[in-house]
C-alpha cells in the first residue's frame, strides 16, 4: 500500500496492521497522524500463524498506547530498522518460532 497525502488513526482496536496464513501487507511511503492516543490491544504490528509484513519508509506523529509489535508462530517481518520506533508504549514480543529485521 502506498498511500500519499496524510492518513489519519483515531481509534485503536486488536492491531492496525495485522497479517496471518501467508499474509503479505507491504506498506511503503504512508505517513500517519495519530490522534487521541488509540490502544492496540494484541499491537500496532500484529503477525501470527505464519504472518509476513514488510514496511518501507513509514513515518507518524503522535502516540499511541500498547505494544509496539507482537510477531508470533512462525511469522517474519521486514521492517527496515523501524521495529522498536513503532507507535505503542510498551516493548514488542518475537516469539522464537518468528522472526523480524
Do not use: C
Amino acid at each position: 500500500m502506498t498511500a500519499p497525502g496524510v492518513n489519519k488513526i483515531s481509534g485503536g482496536g486488536m492491531a492496525h496492521i495485522m497479517s496471518s496464513g501467508g499474509g503479505l501487507p507491504i506498506l511503503s511511503s504512508v505517513r500517519y497522524d495519530i490522534v487521541n492516543e488509540p490502544k492496540f490491544t494484541a499491537g500496532f504490528v500484529f503477525e501470527f500463524q505464519g504472518g509476513n509484513a514488510t514496511i518501507h519508509t513509514m513515518t507518524w506523529n503522535g502516540t499511541a498506547k500498547g505494544r509496539r509489535y507482537w510477531i508470533d508462530t512462525n511469522s517474519t517481518g521486514n521492517f527496515e530498522g523501524l521495529l522498536d520506533s513503532l507507535p505503542g508504549d510498551e516493548a514488542g514480543y518475537i516469539s522464537s518460532t518468528s522472526s523480524a529485521l
